[in-house]
């Protein structure tokens, strides 16, 4: 253990996928041409397969046992224990004592001792509440917990042994429970959800404070708290913690992290971005420390299904990279961050460096961080590939200073692997300077009587001949520019210049929207959906949120004519709500020849539109140009589109048509002021397939500026208060939106 902390250093400087520096030890650095030999020695991440079990298995628990792993396993109602050393083979141990315990309707806990003692917690459908059995000698006895000692209504999640042989018990509401191997009640720990057992100690992640924990074992009164480095924080979700007799160990999408009993620094063993554990489809849900400083972490993808990956120090590898590949992205790319992932596991010769360019809590603005990349960019120098969302990509091909994509993205093009055109929006006679990685379609639906409205012009039409009906709930006029904003905006902007002839057109169409209010004057009272109490946390914001999720139900009960999407159509899931929406109003299921009869691409002001993302280019000064265009078709391959990551549909074929919504479960979407309630229902496959030729049909990336949607919200509304012409409107538009754009 001691070899391997001494090298840490050597082994966080690998393979690294975001760029960021930890209290007293720098992870960025890099050798200096003069070193030599290179230094030795990295964790390594293996992949174990699972042992030899049905589909219906699940993983109780994991723990080191000699210089491998234990799993206990619940295989189809049956319990059984398993070992390895390297993740290929596996021994079954005899389980013979403890496939004969009452397994209750299902189990969800279970730990043992070194001397082979078990404890096992199950459902007991009789008491409706968990039972713990401990074996003793050759059979098993129920011990008499009583689940409310505490003064609390316990309903525990996880039954952890600590290392002085008692029982945790973790509730999921931020409080661990102690009881004896007896079954008497102990102790609580609040404000510590699923805390990890230490000598004496126990231990847990706060998320509100972004501190751990400790509490003394005996007293429950705190013992101290360890802020947690934000290089431990980065990328998001929850940090597990882990006992490894020496402290603690901290696993997080950042990566493979270690904490000295008594200590506070944090060290990193391994880079997130160099492993799974950065990838954005893969969720760390156990843990465990072997021998050698081994750890051993069972995932959960998006389909539930587990996996495990083991870390090890192996001495013999080098700890520096031969090249290096940079990649820079304005905000946070999931797909990006996955693709990352695949291809450092690829190339491990290869330092991968994902540069998250800007935060919110940071004292730069946007601005600054912009002026700086265009600074780089045209001083030669940059990352070697960049996600154009948000930034100024029209400059940055006028400007030369991105390469042409078209031999490395052209042939998937025509091979018909990507959808040409999505993949091929950005090409133009001179080449094929960007490419979108994903894409979403903002989308309407409506019933079937008006799948004629293929523009905003027959909307506007129809709203003014029936003054009597209403086509949406929200008429608001910034709540309608920000809704058909994106769908037109190409209309009215065309390479850097504002037509402000269609600019009036689409400002006095949503004016006519704005006097549709005819209709059943229906309640807006959002409180219903709480009971009619409003919870303390709502905001302005917020309620807006909750009345625009009433759509759905006002559209289904025939309130209004139709509703948009919420924030896009961005996975099949989607499909849902507007499916059971129609269904209500319809009387019966919609057939699949009348689903792109009634979801519509929102209706704009010429061709069809969708939502670019992930949009990427290469540095055409870029040091790694070849590595650069390696990664791009990682990212567009069908590995990485056909992981769902909620940023988008693929523009992979396969991996598109390979997303329509399976699962097979449903859920109550809302309830109404009025009780009416809105199931998603789980649409049939052939009916989401016709989606897929909708998808096809978008021809025009809709690349709305949420700058020049403010200026346009500012100049436009005076105009719908009668205190402008849509002339006045679009001209002030106009001249604020050019200098902007000739930044």
Request: glycine share 10%.
């Amino acid at each position: 253990m001691k070899k391997f902390l001494a090298v840490v250093l050597a082994a966080v400087l690998f393979g690294g996928c975001a760029v960021r520096e930890q209290q007293g030890v720098s992870l960025t650095e890099t050798p200096s041409d003069t070193q030599s030999p290179v230094p030795l020695g990295r964790y390594v991440e293996t992949a174990w397969s699972l042992p030899p079990v049905s589909e219906e298995s699940y993983i109780l628990q994991i723990k080191p046992e000699g210089t491998g792993y234990d799993l206990g396993m619940s295989d189809g109602g049956v319990f059984r224990r398993f070992h390895s050393e390297n993740g290929k083979d596996w021994e079954e141990k005899d389980a013979t004592l403890l496939q004969a315990a009452d397994s209750g309707e299902w189990a969800n806990g279970l730990d043992w001792t070194e001397q082979g003692q078990y404890f096992l917690m199950a459902f007991d459908e009789g008491t409706q509440q968990m039972r713990i059995q401990r074996s003793n000698g050759d059979g098993w006895e129920t011990l008499p917990i009583d689940w409310s000692a505490s003064g609390d209504t316990l309903f525990p999640q996880k039954l952890t042994l600590g290392p002085d042989g008692t029982l945790f018990f973790a509730d999921g509401m931020e409080t661990t429970y102690r009881y004896s191997a007896q079954g008497e009640y102990l102790g609580r720990y609040p404000g510590l959800s699923f805390g990890t057992p230490l000598p004496g100690q126990i231990a847990a992640y706060e998320g509100s404070s972004r501190e751990i924990i400790f509490c003394d074992l005996e007293t429950g009164e705190e013992a101290g708290r360890t802020p947690v480095d934000a290089a431990v924080l980065s990328g998001g979700g929850y940090p597990l913690l882990g006992a490894d007799g020496e402290g603690l160990f901290i696993v997080s999408t950042a990566g493979l992290f270690r904490l000295a009993a008594g200590g506070s620094l944090f060290e990193q063993l391994m880079d997130g971005g160099a492993c799974s554990l950065g990838k954005p489809s893969m969720t760390a849900m156990d843990c465990a420390a072997g021998e050698n400083g081994s750890f051993l972490v069972r995932f959960t993808d998006s389909g539930n299904a587990s996996y495990l990956c083991h870390y090890a120090y192996n001495p013999d590898i080098p700890a520096y990279a031969d090249r290096e590949l940079t990649i820079a992205s304005l905000a946070e790319q999931p797909t990006l961050r996955q693709a990352a992932a695949e291809f450092q596991s690829a190339h491990p010769e290869v330092l991968v460096t994902l540069r998250i360019l800007w935060d919110e809590e940071s004292a730069m603005t946007k601005s600054d961080v912009l002026r700086a990349l265009h600074t780089e960019l045209l001083a030669g120098s940059g990352p070697d590939l960049l996600a154009l969302d948000g930034l100024p990509f029209s400059s940055y091909e006028q400007k030369g200073v991105l390469a042409d994509l078209s031999e490395t993205v052209l042939p998937l093009m025509e091979s018909g692997k990507l959808l040409s055109n999505i993949a091929g929006a950005f090409a133009g006679e001179k080449g094929m300077y960007a490419v979108p990685a994903r894409f979403t379609v903002p989308m309407l639906c409506v019933p079937l009587e008006h799948e004629g409205w293929q523009s905003l012009s027959d909307i506007a039409r129809w709203a003014q001949e029936h003054p009597e009906s209403r086509v949406l709930y929200n008429l608001e006029p910034r709540a309608l520019i920000r809704l058909f904003y994106p769908s037109c905006y190409c209309a009215f902007t065309k390479e850097g210049e504002i037509d402000t002839q269609q600019l009036c057109e689409f400002l006095t169409f949503l004016k006519t929207l704005t006097e549709n209010t005819g209709g059943e004057n229906f309640p807006d009272d959002v409180a219903g959906l709480f009971g009619g109490t409003m919870p303390a946390y709502m905001d302005d914001e917020l309620y807006e949120e909750m009345q625009e999720g009433l759509a759905p139900i006002r559209m289904a009960y025939g309130r209004t004519e139709s509703f948009p999407i919420q924030f896009q159509f961005s996975r099949f899931s989607d499909f849902r709500v507007p499916y059971s929406a129609l269904s209500v109003r319809l009387g019966r299921a919609p057939t699949p020849e009348e689903t792109p009869k009634y979801l519509l691409p929102l209706p704009g002001m010429g061709e069809r539109v969708f939502t670019p993302r992930c949009i990427l280019g290469i540095n055409a000064a870029g040091k790694e140009q070849e590595l650069a265009a390696e990664f791009l078709r990682t990212v567009l391959s069908e590995d990485v589109q056909s992981v769902s990551l909620q940023d988008g549909l693929a523009v992979d074929a396969a991996a598109l048509a390979a997303s329509v919504d399976t699962a097979g479960n449903w859920s109550s979407s809302m309830r109404d002021p009025e009780g009416n309630e809105l199931y998603e229902e789980l649409a049939p496959t052939e009916a989401q397939l016709p989606l897929l030729t909708v998808f096809s049909s978008l021809t025009a990336p809709a690349l709305a500026d949420e700058t020049l949607l403010g200026f346009l919200i500012e100049e436009a509304l005076p105009f719908f208060e009668g205190e402008c012409s849509a002339e006045e409107a679009a001209g002030a538009y106009a001249g604020r939106a050019l200098a902007y754009l000739s930044e």
